[in-house]
């Protein structure tokens, strides 16, 4: 019998990765998880930030899969609800829609059927006249009128964090920055792996949930082929405001597919392009091809949009790994998990929704109990919440905390401390008592924004950044609003020096 230190060892740190850490610890499982960059900072910060069934699988037939969604968007909304907020839609139908009144009404009542017992509100149609009211950059050409509907907006890299902090909470190593460069097979059982700086760790099971880099992991060590994933692109961009509130869930009339326009930090965020990626992971990065497609497609239908490259203050892209298909459209291809033995001692993940990352990783952590000769012990991850989840609704919490917290910390303005609550729920004191005597640590970084020195602090000693990147992108959302000014720039890379020369000598 070959020597194991831990029960399960998980190569990722993404979505999925994290979600399993989080279970598997807290069942009682010895667990280490490495990423080799940044938590999250591939595919599972690079989405189109929304938690929802998927309207567009309910026309492929993919019910099961649309009834867990709804269930798990439920799910996510309880237990972080700082993270995860109800969000308005409008399905405009104009004439040359691909998709017609009675088509998108029957799929909407579906939806809302699947959604019994879980719904954010049922779904009902407006005239055109009303629609124009409520989002006057649409298009009157042609507008029949719209269907209201809602689905979840959330904050994907944060959540993601919350997952590997309630992981370590409950006993886990987790490291990113921290490659795992082979696996440790012997009598043709994978058994460990061997990290970047010639560590071995021993395991009962390995997890690979490498996402893009799946393949890569299993391959050349002597093991049956390993799957091979399909990879697709999704790219998206941020402009300045398009609506006033509503996401638009709107139809390319030119090829059918389905695209978002959404409300993100006073911009907008819209998306996803879908195509298959055959280059580098390096420096990945949406393609002119692409934003051009998505400021077409938006003016098409936003007509007072007059969108150009120039109102673009940010893209990203992101690859998926879905289950190998031979499909020749990537759109059509099935978004459900697929959990594999690669090898005896090792288990695989390729596909899923970020909305079903946790009853995936409940899924796969039976599945590791079982192959550890255990019986798979209840799951919790469905009802106790993530860090910060135990604040009560936002709005009754401002009410309450607004004349307290910003008495008692000279300097928090009130759009500071709701940006602090939205992010951080109830941890935001935690963050909030770094400030000790230093007022100057909720001056704001950049006139006009609400980040401040203090939760850089706060990311470096108890939040795992490591890089200035990690923090602006990841950790807060201020890579997104657009190009940082030289003087900007500067200013945060001096804080982010001073939060980490003040780390313990021992970290």
Not at 5 to 14: F, P, S, V, Y
Not at 167 to 174: E, L, Y
Not at 357 to 368: F, G, I, P, Q
Not at 445 to 461: D, M, N, Q, S, W
Request: some cysteine; charged content about 25%.
């Amino acid at each position: 019998m070959a020597r194991t230190d831990l029960d399960l060892i998980i190569i990722g740190g993404g979505i999925h990765g994290a979600g399993v850490a989080r279970d598997a610890a807290r069942r009682g499982l010895s667990v280490s998880l490495f990423e080799q960059n940044d938590f999250g900072s591939a595919t599972s910060s690079a989405s189109s930030k929304l938690v929802h069934g998927g309207l567009r699988y309910l026309e492929q037939l993919r019910l099961r899969l649309v009834r867990e969604s709804l269930v798990e968007r439920s799910t996510l909304t309880r237990i972080a609800g700082h993270l995860v907020r109800p969000l308005p839609f409008l399905a405009p139908i104009y004439d040359d829609a691909p998709r017609s009144k009675v088509w998108m009404g029957a799929g909407l009542w579906l939806y809302d059927l699947l959604a019994t017992g879980h719904s954010l509100g049922r779904h009902r149609w407006l005239d055109a006249e009303d629609v124009l009211q409520l989002e006057p950059s649409l298009n009157a050409t042609g507008l029949r009128g719209a269907y209201l509907f809602y689905d979840a907006q959330m904050n994907d890299a944060r959540l993601c964090l919350e997952n590997i902090l309630s992981a370590r909470q409950h006993g886990a190593q987790v490291c990113n920055y921290t490659r795992v460069d082979e696996l440790i097979v012997e009598d043709r059982r994978v058994c460990g792996v061997r990290l970047q700086d010639g560590r071995e760790m021993r395991a009962g099971v390995v997890l690979n949930a490498a996402g893009p880099w799946a393949s890569s992991v299993a391959s050349g060590q002597a093991l049956s082929d390993p799957v091979k994933p399909r990879l697709s692109r999704g790219s998206h961009i941020i402009t300045r405001p398009l609506t006033r509130g509503h996401a638009l869930l709107l139809s390319s009339p030119r090829d059918g597919r389905v695209f978002f326009v959404m409300p993100y930090k006073g911009r907008s965020l819209i998306g996803t392009t879908e195509v298959d990626h055959h280059d580098s992971f390096d420096s990945l990065q949406a393609t002119p091809g692409e934003i051009n497609y998505l400021i077409e497609e938006t003016n098409l239908r936003l007509g007072k949009a007059e969108l150009d490259t120039a109102d673009v203050l940010f893209s990203f892209a992101g690859v998926r790994a879905l289950g190998p298909d031979e499909s020749s459209d990537t759109g059509q291809l099935s978004r459900e998990a697929v959990v594999y033995d690669d090898a005896p001692g090792l288990i695989s993940i390729l596909g899923g929704k970020y909305t079903t990352y946790r009853a995936v990783a409940e899924r796969v952590t039976d599945r590791v109990q079982r192959e550890l000769g255990q019986r798979a012990t209840d799951c919790f991850t469905a009802t106790e919440t993530l860090p910060g989840g135990e604040s009560p609704p936002l709005e009754d919490y401002f009410t309450m905390a607004e004349r307290i917290l910003t008495t008692r910390y000279a300097g928090l303005e009130v759009e500071q401390l709701r940006y602090l609550v939205q992010t951080y729920g109830s941890r935001h004191q935690d963050v909030l008592r770094q400030v000790s005597d230093d007022p100057a640590a909720l001056a704001p970084i950049e006139p006009g924004l609400p980040f401040t020195p203090v939760e850089i602090r706060y990311a470096v000693h108890e939040e795992m950044a490591q890089t200035l990147e990690d923090i602006l992108r990841r950790r807060c959302y201020r890579r997104y609003l657009g190009p940082l000014t030289t003087e900007a720039e500067s200013a945060w890379n001096s804080e982010f020096e001073a939060a980490k020369s003040t780390l313990p000598q021992s970290a």
